[in-house]
């Protein structure tokens, strides 16, 4: 018999225009309705699942936009979870599939491990040689995996190899709280500046920022992958890194923390879910639901707290591309991007933009397609690159007519993502994160990240 949470979806169609893999695809298989259809034939026995049947579910995105768009209240979400562990049979992948997604799943997750990869390639990212190596076409020689990998290489810094940020930073002022901040695996290493900007702008709000320093990646990438015992394992250690370092006798004290918050959305989503993601394991199932039950996304736990007084008042405008300070007459336009994993997946969408309009003389521009996916998912662009380079493309191009001065993306593989397909875009946009922009407001409107 068909799962019950499949058997309220009535084939309606809501879902379609919504669907990110039915946008590029065009067939009925490739959409929620029609991987419902299928999951209610191989639940009756009417359909085996075979390579090609699991093809079409691999090539969802998992962007749950179809949970938003569903008016039957059809939990897509939940049916995508669990059918994802079965197509890591063994035989419903080629060799070459298994050896590329073991290479991510060994690599992604482990900050050192990308790191000692990313060494050597200093001398390449952002220089000359790379873009020397990709008009060329020698990047294709690497199969098409390797080289969306290499699309998506930005220029690394030095912080990317190291983390600077101390293992306690004071609030500034009267401390109003105290939070755990997970710096994230690819995020501090792609784009480092982001966390840096988050705790430059919590302190500042008189909060207190923990940072374990020995934390490693929260099993997002593992998760959305329905690598379960990997995730768990993930899981496991990051709430080890954070009960290492608080509690009676422990380096930053017994206070306890009241919230831990992360900079990217698809981490926030996996976080948010380890009280039932470890629910089987006794051992683990009630520190799980504690630690889920504390996380919180920046934007939403600072929307939910407010921007203390102090800080209202340092807030300065922005600087256009130009270096002229916005104004009233000529604000600086953001095209707002809604990461699918916070827009659909936490249900946050008012908070982030509440936040930002707190910037003096900025204006809030919003996408045409603002609830579609941009192509990132995950690792969705490195295994489905065909498909996830035409939303990337539809996603830049999107932002970029919607006249704004600058794209804003919370979410780090959204950010490498868009990037990526800004260059070929007809106004191309440069992408932050919007706490860099309200650290680069605290320091008088400046025109790079605090």
Known sequence: MPSPVTDPCIHCGFCLPTCASYRVLGTEMDSPRGRIHMLKAINAGELALDATVASHFDSCLGCLACVSACPAGVRY??????????????????GSQWAFRRLLFQLLPYPQRLRAVLQ??????????????????????FGPGLAAMERLLPPLAEESFTDPLPLVTPARGERRYRVGLVLGCVQRLFEPAVNRAAVQVLSANGIEVVIPPAQGCCGAVTHHQGEEAQTHALAAALID????????????????????????????????????LLAGDP????????????????QEFLHRVGLSEAVRQRLQPLRHSDGSRASAERPLRLAYHDACHMLHGQGLREQPRAL???????????????????????????VQPVE?????????TDLSSTGADLA?????????????????????????????????????????PA
């Open 120 to 141: 050597p390639l200093r001398l390449y990212a952002g220089t000359p040689l790379q873009r020397l190596a990709r008009r060329s076409g020698l990047t294709r020689l």
């Open 408 to 448: 804003v993306s919370a979410n780090i593989g959204c950010t490498l993502q868009i990037r990526q397909h800004m260059e070929s875009a007809p106004r191309p946009l440069a992408v932050l994160h919007p706490v860099q922009l309200l650290a680069m407001s605290l320091d008088g409107g400046s025109d790079r």
């Open 77 to 94: 979400d939940e049916l995508i979870e669990a059918t994802r562990p079965k197509l890591n049979a063994l035989e419903l992948r080629s």
């Open 388 to 396: 996830a380079a035409e939303l990337g493309r539809l996603k830049a």
């Open 283 to 298: 051992a683990w199932a009630a520190r799980g639901s504690a630690f889920g039950g504390r996380v919180a996304d920046i």
């Open 241 to 276: 890194a954070f009960d290492a370092v608080i509690g009676p006798g422990k380096p930053a004290g017994a206070e306890p923390l009241d919230a831990v918050l992360v900079a990217a959305s698809g981490c926030g989503h996996t976080l948010k879910a380890y009280g039932r």
């Open 356 to 382: 930002l309009r707190q910037i003096p003389h900025l204006r809030l521009l919003e996408a045409t397609e603002a609830g579609v996916c941009c192509g990132s998912a995950g690792i969705y662009n490195l």
